[in-house]
């Protein structure tokens, strides 16, 4: 009788900081977690966030960034995004956790008795739901490797319960199936003209003096660690020297998983796990990626309008999106922050776009910044810029289009202001909510596209599936209205009752697109998203078309070979 494959058992990789915040524990991560799937293994990653809100759904921009959604409807930490875009799989709710949930669970079960009237306390009642957590993603057996990333900084009052229920588990499931990854800074001072490695020592310190030995030191710094120094930090942190990883800044993040590979950070960490270290990475579509990222032949200026331009963060999923859109377009695209406060008291914008190839209107919630952002829709319509609105800057395309097409000057969405034209409405299942954390049009869903459309041609597809995230919609009664002054209403919701795209002929604008969903949380590092490719295409266009020389007679010169060669590319990708 032929004996059954022994089934290999899950092994977890255990991410922490120290020193700082923002080293970089989530690229860190999505970096590794790559250089294992280049080898053949199943990888996912988490994240353990230390803050009290069940999920930063409610929290403001400025506190979180950007809020990424999953396939699942996850209202998530932005890392989960690095995650999906480096190793191209959809990540879950069960790839995010918060000690607000974690107590949460905890207190439900409290009420219901389930802890048969034992005082419930962190140890173990906490750490056990923690590890549940960490576990719960193994049980599927889908997995090989589960890296969990740990938020925070070691030493951080909040973070230590997750620190402990790590701790426990290295002790419950072996130290041959648990790897622990410690990120530090090495600062440089430059009056001394040395780096200094005991910031590195204290925090691998308090980090074994909550029970946990480090095994791998990935360093941050300015400058390149001699061997002599990693000795000493491995010295004194009692890590073997080929396990203390140089990480120097990069000049783009998706360069990180190739420089690790050059320090074999995935063989040492298959060697301390006990797994295969003789498969072969796989990295030359990565590699490809990385060379076009670096040295495009072609550039394109991007104004992202937006209400919370001063951080980025908030829109980090939009700016990645346009390095992958970039990249295929063989270009580089240089994002122009816009703050649309700035465009409501303005008469004159013209000097906010000067030189500027494609407009996006950036999502968002509340009045604050939407006159600034439907004034700079008018401008781009007008004046024939590519165009593209996502989510909220949808809606603002639909108000304008109202207001200064259809003539409807009270146009408006209710979220703003009552009018008589409420042109953008409540869906019709939100009416009746009442609280605000995950109550929202969350997660994918399906849309049918029109064909011949901008959109259709993108995708190459009529059925396509996007993540939502929102409460309002382009209210049904004035559909006909837009669609008579030449909006077509390109994408559908499969009932026909949810405008999912709306876009302009493009004998009437180059490319004028918004969508109701958010396709920026959909693009991938080696897979752009088919409209933000299309629309840099665009915007490519436009600025070669923009650069034409005007004779003194005002008669326009010919084309350069340039503009005819990239009408011809959109021509063929249809």
């Not at 500027?356 to 829709?377: M, N, T, Y």
């Not at 304008?400 to 869906?427: H, P, Q, W």
């Not at 909510?433 to 029109?450: H, N």
């Not at 007679?553 to 010919?558: D, H, L, M, T, V």
């Amino acid at each position: 009788m032929a004996k059954t494959k022994a089934k290999r058992e899950t092994k977890y990789i255990f991410i922490t900081g120290g020193v700082v915040s923002s080293l970089g524990k989530g690229i860190v991560s999505s970096s590794l977690g790559l250089l294992l799937k280049s080898r053949g293994l199943r990888v996912t990653i988490q994240k353990f966030d230390p803050y009290i809100n069940v999920d930063p759904g409610t929290m403001s921009p400025y506190q979180h960034g950007e809020v990424y959604v999953t396939e699942d409807g996850a209202e998530s930490d932005l890392d989960l995004g690095h995650y999906e875009r480096f190793l191209d799989v959809n990540m879950t709710r069960a790839n995010n956790t918060t000690t607000g949930q974690v107590y949460n669970e905890v207190i439900q079960r409290e009420r219901r008795g389930d802890y048969l009237g034992a005082t419930v306390q962190v140890v173990p009642h906490i750490t056990d739901e923690i590890r549940r957590r960490m576990t719960q993603l193994a049980k599927t057996g889908d997995f090989d490797v589960i890296i969990s990333e740990i938020g925070g900084t070691v030493g951080d009052i909040e973070s230590l319960p997750f620190l402990e229920a790590i701790r426990q588990h290295m002790m419950k499931v072996g130290k041959k199936n648990c790897l622990s990854i410690h990120l530090s800074y090495v600062p440089y001072i430059a009056s001394a003209g040395e780096l200094k490695t005991k910031p590195t020592q204290h925090s691998v310190k308090t980090l074994l003096e909550i029970g946990i030995q480090p095994d791998v030191l990935v360093c941050r710094s300015e400058h390149h660690l001699s061997r002599a120094l990693r000795e000493k930090i491995g010295l004194f942190c009692n890590v073997e020297t080929k396990a203390v990883i140089e990480a120097l800044d990069a000049p783009t993040i998706y360069e990180v998983p190739l420089t690790f590979a050059e320090e074999n950070v995935d063989t040492i960490v298959l060697e301390k796990l006990g797994l295969p270290t003789t498969g072969k990475r796989d990295l030359a579509k990565w590699r490809k990626f990385v060379e076009r990222v670096l040295h495009p032949t072609k550039s394109v200026r991007i104004g992202i309008v937006g209400k919370y331009v001063q951080l980025q963060d908030a829109y980090k999923s939009i700016a990645e999106a346009f390095v992958h859109a970039g990249a295929e377009n063989d270009a580089k695209v240089e994002l122009i922050w816009i703050n649309s406060e700035e465009l409501e008291p303005k008469r004159n914008i013209d000097s906010y776009f000067k030189d500027i190839d494609g407009v996006l209107i950036a999502p968002g919630f509340g009045s604050r910044g939407v006159e600034g952002k439907i004034k700079a829709i008018e401008y781009v319509r007008k004046r024939k810029i590519p165009f593209f609105g996502i989510c909220l800057g949808m809606q603002c395309a639909v108000i304008e289009y109202a207001r200064n097409v259809c003539g409807r000057k009270d146009a408006n969405s209710t979220e703003f202001k009552e009018t008589r034209d409420s042109v953008i409405d409540l869906m019709p299942d939100q009416k009746q909510v009442q609280t605000k954390g995950a109550t929202m049009r969350l997660g994918s869903y399906p849309c049918i596209l029109k064909r011949g459309s901008i959109v259709n041609r993108a995708y190459h597809d009529q059925f396509i599936t996007e993540r939502h995230r929102h409460r309002y919609e382009l209210n049904n009664e004035y559909r006909p209205m837009l669609e008579a002054a030449g909006m077509d209403m390109s994408g559908v919701s499969p009932d026909g009752k949810l405008v999912e795209i709306v876009e302009l002929p493009r004998e009437v604008h180059p490319f004028f697109v918004g969508v109701q969903f958010h396709p920026e949380l959909k693009s991938r590092a080696t897979k752009a998203h088919p409209i933000f490719r299309e629309f840099v295409k665009a915007s490519l266009v436009h600025k070669e078309e923009r650069g034409l020389e005007i004779h003194r007679n005002g008669k326009a010169s010919e084309r350069p070979a340039k503009v005819k060669k990239l009408k011809q590319e959109e021509a063929s990708s249809k």
